[in-house]
């Protein structure tokens, strides 16, 4: 079973950046698609950006040109990051990654991102003056 713990949320200004990080382990070696979402108070949760096994990503439009994911693989490990530049106050919630199988080829939504199989814990993110 795949472990997701995810670091690097805190506070921020209007403007400001931050860099999320998602450690999947016990992944072993089939292909995963990995993606971020956020809750912020007193709204569902929303997907904010997804990566597939090509590199392909797909980024929520109230995120594009300021938010940009990322992965690396190393041994047994991969390594998710969502950088945020830029930083608003509407972007403040809890940031939590997902991961599923998904094989090569394979493009997927930020909505498919929200039935992902496999969660963390979120980590909070607030940004403000």
């Known amino acids: 079973q795949v472990q997701l713990v995810e670091s690097g949320g805190g506070s921020a200004q209007p403007g400001g950046s931050l860099r999320l990080s998602c450690e999947v382990s016990?992944?072993?070696?089939?292909?995963?698609?990995i993606g971020w979402a956020r809750q912020g108070p007193g709204k569902e949760r929303e997907g904010v950006a997804v990566i597939d096994n090509d590199g392909g990503k797909v980024y929520a439009d109230s995120v594009k040109g300021r938010f940009t994911i990322s992965r690396v693989t190393a041994k047994n490990t991969l390594m998710v990051y969502l950088q945020m530049n830029n930083l608003a106050p509407e972007d403040t919630g809890v940031y939590s990654c997902?991961?599923?199988?998904?094989?090569?080829?394979?493009?997927?939504?930020?909505?498919?991102?929200?039935?992902?199989?496999?969660w963390g814990q979120g980590t909070q993110v607030t940004v403000s003056s």
């Open positions: 997902a991961a599923k199988i998904c094989p090569h080829d394979l493009k997927v939504t930020l909505a498919e991102l929200l039935e992902f199989n496999d």
């Open positions: 016990g992944y072993g070696y089939p292909p995963y698609c």
